[in-house]
């Protein structure tokens, strides 16, 4: 341990003085080291008040996590959060920019996507392929109006597409939605996306950039501004108790340490949260474990792979810019590609990128891959040399990542689920316990970006600003 406010289970940590009256300042503990934690401790520190991060993982960023995959230090790749979305109007990424981080354009199109039919066994022509966006551009647009005569999403676009669709049509859409929200569509809300249907702010999807080195630019920029002291890993936290007599609010960790605080924030994920890991005293209100139940979390997961030739490009595309998809026999949501060799160099302006490709998988196709990595490597790999035949060559290295299984995450960011309510996003994020317990993160997303890294640093940051305003 590198010093901090820890002490034995039972003990008394050491407690900031406030020099101006000699009082002691207690910290504001933060539980979570991602973006909303790290990003909220900084807030906090920048107008002087003392913070504590407890972090389960041995790493910071919690699910933004760049890997270097062949550990060459130019294969860079985003495992979890990897898009910059709206750009030109995104917080994330106008920090990035000060700080002189790169990114690349992310185009999903005609001339940057192609689309593979396995029970085909070949690829669409640019004039099928256009029909096919065309449609499921259409199609999309019946999604956004509000409705009220299905169950779930599955038959609302069951209703969409008709009785007979499109095999490729039906994929789009699934995978789509389902790698976005990350749960399965029987068990998504009707109205998922409606824009301006819940409390949060939903991309206009004018832009998408990828980040030149990944996103650990912005954690390494939150994590540089806090000390050793500051943040402590392999820390889980297994219980927040306060005291009803105005005492100091005790964060208790699972391998018997205990911290003191004069608040907390938890940016802990949702999936943590309905797993009930971490027990609070008094317990959490009915109004908050009811919304912990009724909000969808979902899962995605990635197979990442570096090459010694970008071997796929020989159907077209651009570096740094090219999708495909693999329509598979029986549709679900696997089998989407996407090239990001442009981005994975280190981050510095001229440092060497390998060809690297990742493999996107969500909701059941997300659980399988955690469940098996190496089944669902190979058949990844099987699909590409079916794809590639003449060209294909085997990946120099592969990385999977693992947000299902991990006790830290358990799946990826929320979505309105089938019994998810407006308004429960915001009552998700209200503070407790007498204002004394703080929520913070994606899911958190009043006024905010719901699942996006935008939105876990504005949720970490308004966290804190409400803690700074009472003080």
């Not at 699934?174 to 702010?201: F, I, K």
């Not at 659980?367 to 699909?383: G, H, I, N, Q």
């Not at 040399?385 to 003449?390: I, K, N, R, S």
Request: proline share 6%; glycine share 12%; charged share 20%.
């Amino acid at each position: 341990m590198t010093g901090g406010l820890a002490v034995a289970a039972g003990g008394k940590p050491p407690i900031a003085p406030d020099a101006s009256s000699k009082k002691p300042v207690r910290p504001v503990v933060i539980v979570g080291a991602g973006v909303c934690g790290l990003s909220a401790a900084r807030r906090l520190k920048d107008a002087g008040v003392p913070v504590l991060v407890l972090e389960g993982r041995k790493r910071v960023g919690g699910r933004t996590h760049t890997l270097d995959v062949a550990g060459d230090q130019a294969s860079w790749v985003d495992m979890g959060a990897a898009w910059i979305d709206d750009h030109r109007t995104n917080s994330v990424h106008a920090l990035l920019a000060d700080a002189g981080a790169e990114v690349v354009p992310f185009r999903l199109g005609l001339f940057t996507a192609g689309v593979y039919d396995k029970k085909a066994g070949r690829w669409k022509g640019r004039a099928a392929r256009a029909w096919t966006f065309g449609k499921f551009g259409w199609f999309s647009s019946g999604l956004r109006s509000p409705t009220s005569k299905f169950q779930n999403m599955a038959e609302r676009i069951g209703a969409v597409l008709g009785k007979k669709p499109a095999r490729s049509d039906l994929y789009l859409l699934r995978s789509v939605l389902e790698a976005m929200n990350g749960g399965a569509l029987e068990d998504m809300h009707q109205n998922a996306a409606v824009p301006c249907g819940w409390e949060y702010t939903s991309y206009k999807e004018k832009s998408s950039v990828l980040i030149a080195g990944g996103y650990r630019m912005l954690v390494e920029l939150f994590r540089g501004a806090l000390s050793d002291d500051e943040v402590l890993t392999e820390r889980a936290v297994s219980r927040i108790s306060v005291p009803e007599d105005g005492g100091p609010v005790k964060v208790e960790t699972s391998d018997g340490m205990s911290f003191e605080g004069s608040r907390v924030i938890v940016t802990v994920p949702l999936g943590v949260l309905k797993a009930g890991t971490i027990a609070f005293d008094p317990p959490l209100p009915e109004s908050k474990s009811d919304v912990i139940r009724r909000i969808g979390f979902g899962t995605v997961e990635k197979i990442a792979m570096t090459f010694r030739n970008a071997f796929w490009r020989g159907n077209g595309g651009s570096r740094g810019g090219k999708v495909f998809f693999s329509v598979p026999d029986s549709v679900s949501s696997d089998g989407m590609y996407v090239d990001v060799s442009a981005v994975s160099g280190h981050g510095q302006p001229g440092s060497p990128s390998s060809p690297c490709l990742v493999c996107v998988f969500g909701a059941r196709d997300a659980e399988r891959t955690a469940t098996d990595p190496a089944a669902a490597t190979a058949r990844m790999l099987e699909d590409l040399e079916a794809m590639f035949p003449e060209t294909y060559e085997a990946p120099l290295a592969t990385a999977v990542s693992d947000w299902t299984s991990s006790e830290f995450s358990r799946g990826c960011y929320a979505y309105p689920g089938v019994n998810t309510r407006p308004g429960d996003f915001a009552e998700l994020g209200r503070p407790t316990h007498g204002g004394r317990v703080h929520f913070a993160g994606e899911a958190c997303a009043e006024g905010t970006f719901l699942g996006s890294v935008e939105g876990a640093m504005v949720s970490g940051e308004r966290a804190a600003g409400k803690i700074i305003a009472d003080s």
